[in-house]
């Protein structure tokens, strides 16, 4: 089984619409990160934890909020989907031990489409 | 605003040529990391370097992370269509923050 997993894979809506995405994982690590991925713009953060109580905006944080039910969920949501916030979005877990805090590990993605 | 630059953004070679591609920023960092992403799937990480001037080599892949840690290069040698991807590079400020680069995207033709 995949250790960081997203649901929905894929979601169509519509302008105005409350969508939210899902991170689940199995790695047993305190931190969680949401990206987005647009083409020729790499990876962008839009909110990161480092625990069930710490929240953390992003480079890109304006028109999403997150909600870290538990060590392993992490949960991202468009309070008004719009056009322009139609990307890939991306889960990622990462140890808080300092050997090891620097690897990041990815979920496989959410395809949204706002139209 | 720190920013990772990559280049080539696009590549296209034949099977069996050597590539270098290319990850600059006018920032320093205290690690940098080289990532693979496939289709359909979330970024993989490949290397991670942390000290200036380091060269770690993962089989037909060389990674070097410069002398003033600002920028690294990836050399992939007698490329195949395994290698195929999109290659992000991704510097980290600090201890929790990962800047990401722009991305290369490599076609290798069999």
């Known amino acids: 089984d995949a250790d960081v997993t997203q649901t929905p894979r894929n979601r169509i809506t519509k302008t105005g619409k409350r969508i939210m995405l899902e991170c689940s994982q199995t790695?047993?690590?305190?931190?969680m990160y949401w990206y987005r991925q647009d083409p020729g713009l790499g990876l962008q953060l839009i909110y990161y934890s480092f625990d069930v109580k710490d929240i953390n905006k992003g480079e890109i944080s304006d028109g999403y909020s997150v909600s870290r039910q538990a060590q392993a969920k992490f949960s991202l949501s468009l309070e008004s989907a719009i056009p322009n916030q139609t990307a890939l979005y991306f889960c990622?877990?990462?140890?808080?031990?300092?050997?090891?805090?620097?690897?990041?590990?990815f979920g496989p993605g959410t395809r949204l489409t706002v139209l | 605003t720190q920013l990772l630059e990559q280049s080539p953004q696009f590549l296209s070679i034949q099977e069996g040529e050597n590539l270098t591609v290319y990850c600059n920023s006018s920032?320093?960092?205290?690690?940098l990391q080289w990532y693979r992403q496939e289709p359909g799937e979330g970024p993989v990480l490949l290397v991670t370097v942390v000290t200036g001037g380091e060269v770690k080599k993962l089989k037909r892949l060389t990674f070097q992370f410069g002398d003033a840690r600002k920028d690294s290069s990836l050399h992939i040698t007698a490329a195949q269509p395994g290698d195929t991807g999109l290659y992000l590079c991704a510097g980290v400020p600090g201890t929790y923050k990962y800047i990401f680069g722009t991305g290369t995207r490599l076609k290798v033709l069999a």
């Open positions: 790695k047993g690590h305190d931190r």
């Open positions: 990622a877990t990462s140890d808080s031990n300092p050997s090891r805090y620097n690897e990041q590990f």
């Open positions: 920032s320093v960092f205290s690690s």
